[in-house]
């Protein structure tokens, strides 16, 4: 089972909808990451959270670290939306001079296709 | 500022050759991380630098290594190519590492055949 599962793995949408995506988790995280990547390959990081809610104009991104949970919301989906959204979970590890270190491991990706 | 860049863009080898990949992070950025990206796999961790220094390391064959120099530029290379190494390429960088706000290149696209 992967540390980091995404759902769902396609979305196709209308312009104008509201949209989620989710992201869950099962190991112990220190914060998590929400990435845009477009067609081409550019990754852009929208929001990295820790706890509560972050929002960036219509971007909406909120994380429960009790239930291992993170949703990103889209207000008002455009088709300049379209992209893959991947969620990524900062892992702390120990390190044995005594402190920590972090990777990042990440989802599979969510596919969001917003049409006109 | 210039954003991270990454050269060469597109690359092409045979299998049993070996690559140098080149990671410019932004100015005054002193964490690189390196990633590889698959259909199959997606995502994956390579390796962290800070000044100079491996931080950490994902679970990747020692084929896999790189290095920083002291302008924090960075390179991966990678040794005995195989098939299975076509992939998207992409470093990161930030001020102090995974723990805060990572700014992406746009990635060096690896074919091997």
């Known amino acids: 089972k992967n540390e980091v599962e995404q759902s769902p793995q396609n979305l196709t949408a209308q312009e104008g909808e509201f949209i989620t995506i989710n992201c869950s988790y099962s190991?112990?995280?220190?914060?998590l990451h929400w990435l845009q990547q477009h067609p081409g390959g550019g990754i852009v990081s929208l929001f990295m959270?820790?706890?509560g809610k972050k929002k960036h104009g219509r971007l909406i991104a909120t994380i429960n670290i009790q239930e291992k949970h993170s949703s990103l919301h889209i207000t008002a989906s455009h088709p300049r939306d379209s992209a893959v959204y991947i969620c990524?979970?900062?892992?702390?590890?120990?390190?044995?001079?005594?402190?920590?270190?972090?990777?990042?491991?990440f989802g599979k990706g969510t596919l969001l296709t917003v049409n006109p | 500022k210039a954003g991270v860049t990454q050269t060469p863009r597109y690359l092409i080898k045979t299998r049993g050759q070996q690559v140098t990949l080149s990671c410019s992070p932004i100015?005054?950025?002193?964490?690189v991380s390196w990633y590889q990206q698959t259909p199959g796999q997606g995502l994956q961790f390579l390796f962290e630098?800070?000044?100079?220094?491996?931080?950490n390391k994902g679970n990747f064959p020692g084929r896999f290594s790189g290095r920083q120099f002291s302008n924090s530029r960075s390179e991966m290379n990678v040794s005995t190519l195989e098939l299975g190494d076509s992939a998207l390429y992409l470093c990161?960088?930030?001020?102090?590492?995974?723990?805060?706000?990572?700014?992406f290149g746009p990635g060096t696209r690896l074919l091997v055949l």
């Open positions: 990161a960088s930030s001020w102090t590492g995974v723990g805060e706000t990572q700014y």
């Open positions: 190991v112990g995280i220190s914060a």
């Open positions: 959270l820790s706890s």
């Open positions: 990524a979970v900062r892992i702390a590890k120990l390190i044995s001079s005594g402190g920590s270190n972090y990777k990042l491991t």
């Open positions: 100015s005054g950025h002193r964490s």
């Open positions: 630098y800070f000044s100079e220094t491996q931080r």
